[in-house]
């Protein structure tokens, strides 16, 4: 039997070079698209690479004529929070005018599976924790809007054409594939876990905790770590899914269990044997307190589990690739 082609956009960024990995040891033939906005070719660890933009329609259909591709994994999507308030049409643009178009030179060539990177951002503010999939969606920024807008645009192209999609809602990705050779690499970084650990090593003095009177046990945010691999397990899962037949659906992928700043902060100490200084400082703008998610759903639909559970393995994986 032919291998299935797997056409991974964003195949060179931090998730999307994970996804590689995990497709090629499973055998799949892979296509990764990334335009190295920031993404690093010496990320992808193997499979075709083409370098080019979801604005380019004309190499969409080139690649859709030349390669039978039974499925498109879609990772690439600007993802800063902050970044995404003060430059929105840079969001709307890439994220949603993108997968629009690549939507479209799909159904034009009768691709008709689609995998999409989403986001716990499209929920907002929650109503109540653990998240489930019901809740209502009220993004607090234009990054979480985009996400929401490409699932209805998917929703409208499941209704109108032959085309399935699953959506997983990520929560916080982190840590990094056993190997050490591919990990959580932003430039200029932003998020909390490669920040600690770049305090641990010393290239940054001190990592800041934004805000510390949060209505939650130690006054800062909590948050839903979910290891790197286990993301791209459900992505594979999904896969296997639309190939039998599988209606579209969207799926939240957390871990159901929060930690707190401090707590990540307690735990990286723990496993890096380093001091790691701490300065208090004001809260982030847009940064919702608790963001935990109820998973049983794809529990139920795919069988997905999580395979790195504790918060403390997790940075192991993402240490041994900072060092
Ligand atoms: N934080 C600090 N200090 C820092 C960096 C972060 O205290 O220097 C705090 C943040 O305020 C937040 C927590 O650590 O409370 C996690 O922050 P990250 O920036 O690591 O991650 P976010 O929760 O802001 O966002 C991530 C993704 C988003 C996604 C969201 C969904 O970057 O794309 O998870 O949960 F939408």
Not at 103 to 113: A, G, L, P
Not at 296 to 312: F, H, N, Q, S, T
Request: aromatic share 8%; glycine share 8%; hydrophobic share 35%.
């Amino acid at each position: 039997m032919k291998k299935h082609s797997i056409l991974v956009v964003g195949g060179a960024g931090y998730i999307g070079s994970h996804m590689v990995k995990d497709l090629l040891h499973a055998g799949y033939d892979v296509i990764t698209l990334d335009n190295l906005s920031t993404g690093h070719r010496e990320l992808l660890p193997g499979g075709q690479f083409i370098e080019g933009s979801l604005n380019d329609t004309a190499l969409l259909d080139s690649i859709f004529s030349e390669h039978r591709i039974s499925a498109v994994m879609h990772f690439a999507a600007y993802s800063l929070v902050g970044e995404s308030v003060e430059n929105p049409l840079k969001y709307y643009q890439n994220n949603v005018a993108g997968t629009i178009n690549l939507t479209d030179s799909m159904i034009r060539h009768k691709v008709k599976r689609f995998i999409f990177s989403s986001s716990a951002a499209v929920y907002g503010e929650p109503e109540e924790v653990p998240i489930t999939e019901n809740h209502p969606l009220n993004p607090t920024n234009p990054y979480g809007a985009t996400k929401r807008l490409v699932e209805q645009v998917l929703k409208d192209c499941d209704s109108a054409y032959d085309f399935r999609y699953i959506s997983l809602r990520y929560f916080n990705a982190a840590g990094a594939d056993e190997s050490g050779k591919i990990g959580e690499r932003h430039e200029p970084e932003s998020h909390l876990i490669p920040l600690v650990l770049k305090t641990a090593t010393g290239e940054r003095d001190n990592i800041s905790i934004f805000g510390t009177n949060y209505p939650t046990p130690d006054g800062t945010c909590i948050r839903d770590y979910i290891h790197v691999s286990d993301l791209t397990r459900a992505h594979l899962l999904a896969f296997d899914a639309l190939l039998e037949g599988s209606p579209s659906d969207v799926y939240n992928l957390g871990n159901s269990k929060g930690y707190s700043v401090r707590e990540v902060i307690e735990l990286a100490r723990k496993v890096t044997g380093r001091e790691i200084p701490v300065i208090e400082s004001g809260k982030r703008p847009g940064d919702p307190a608790i963001l935990v998610a109820r998973s049983d759903k794809i529990r139920k639909a795919l069988g997905w589990a999580p395979r790195y559970e504790d918060l403390e393995t997790i940075i192991r994986t993402a240490w041994n690739w900072h060092r």
